[in-house]
């Protein structure tokens, strides 16, 4: 029990720390593009069709709401980071969904 109470420790200083670096950092309009961009693509990498198109709406939200409150800077940092933080377990989601078989819907173009 004390391994996992330390191991999550040193997660948890590790995505503060993390997120220390990025709040420091000043965010511009390319950056957040860069994400966004990083997202749709990890995005498209799911092969359940629901998956997909949820995480798109998602995230078209989250990002649409970065953009506009771009011009307060300690919270755009502070939104930036956990976005940063999603997008690595959106990559590790997308990776897992591809280890299963889902079948087609009919509303999925071939």
Do not use: G, H, P, W
């Not at 800077?73 to 990776?95: F, G, H, N, P, V």
Request: no cysteine.
């Amino acid at each position: 029990m004390a391994a996992f109470s330390s191991a999550a420790k040193a997660v948890s200083s590790a995505i503060n720390a993390s997120t220390a670096s990025v709040a420091s950092k000043s965010i511009s309009l390319n950056s957040i593009n860069t994400l966004k961009q990083s997202y749709m693509s990890n995005i498209e990498l799911f092969t359940n069709y629901n998956f997909r198109e949820y995480f798109k709406r998602k995230y078209n939200r989250e990002f649409d709401n970065l953009l506009t409150n771009f011009n307060n800077q300690r919270d755009i940092s502070t939104d930036y980071a956990k976005l940063t933080e999603e997008l690595r377990m959106i990559k590790r989601q997308s990776i897992i969904n591809q280890l299963y078989k889902f079948d087609e819907l009919i509303v999925e173009d071939k």
